[in-house]
């Protein structure tokens, strides 16, 4: 069982928004960064998200991050069927945790 | 370009020996810390190990403490990992990964590490 929560699956329509919850306690999200990732099926995973906010260059701004005390989300608008993957979050502390993973259907 | 390539898996019986190898190219390779991060058949990931840029600090996931090395050759541009007292729960793709911001910033593409009897 993973130390920061994620919903197991959440699903949306092409077009629609959808967002991806992270839930900690203090002493992980609340005083470390975020980072997102995306795993298309049977690839390496990809940086999405680091830095809480921030997109690395060639994300588009479709993706977007926030924390809030110690909950981070990561939202995605105007789904795409190509965004149908497996997305984690990571808290960066010594100790570097991951959530359980969330997956996105696109419907 | 920047990439970073896995090898060194294998099917291996419990209390076996590994070492993995990761071949970095396009970046210098001693300015970064890198990372193991596994992922079980199946399952989510999960952050095995990291090493600074010089070697002198390295850090573990405590189920991994004692029985895995992380080290690097920065003339080789490489991170190695051994693997020790291989046990069944240690079957996963082993990627590496370059940090930046706090973050993983380039995965390689991964190697299979299978324990089983």
């Known amino acids: 069982q993973s130390v920061l929560t994620q919903p197991p699956s959440v699903s949306a329509a092409p077009g629609q928004k959808v967002t991806i919850s992270c839930s900690g306690i203090s002493s992980n999200i609340e005083n470390n960064y975020v980072s997102w990732y995306q795993q298309l099926p049977g690839t390496a995973p990809k940086l999405l998200i680091y830095?809480?906010?921030k997109r690395p260059s060639g994300i588009p701004d479709r993706f977007s991050g926030s924390k809030s005390g110690t909950s981070a989300t990561l939202t995605i608008t105007g789904l795409q069927t190509g965004d149908e993957a497996d997305y984690y979050c990571v808290t960066w502390g010594v100790q570097k945790l991951f959530g359980g993973g969330t997956k996105l259907t696109v419907l | 370009e920047v990439q970073l390539v896995e090898s060194g898996g294998g099917l291996v019986q419990p209390g076996d020996s590994l070492r993995l190898s990761c071949a970095a190219s396009?970046?210098?390779?001693?300015?970064?810390?890198m990372s193991w991060v596994r992922q079980a058949p199946g399952k989510g990931l999960e952050w095995v190990a990291n090493?600074?840029?010089?070697?002198?600090?390295?850090n573990y996931v405590d189920s991994v403490k004692g029985r895995f090395t992380i080290s690097r050759d920065n003339a080789k541009n490489s991170l190695y990992l051994q693997m020790n007292s291989l046990r069944d729960e240690d079957t996963a793709v082993y990627y590496c990964a370059r940090e930046e911001h706090w973050a993983f910033e380039i995965w390689g593409q991964g190697t299979m590490v299978s324990v089983s009897s």
């Open positions: 396009g970046f210098t390779f001693s300015y970064y810390w």
């Open positions: 830095e809480s906010n």
């Open positions: 090493i600074k840029p010089d070697g002198s600090d390295r």
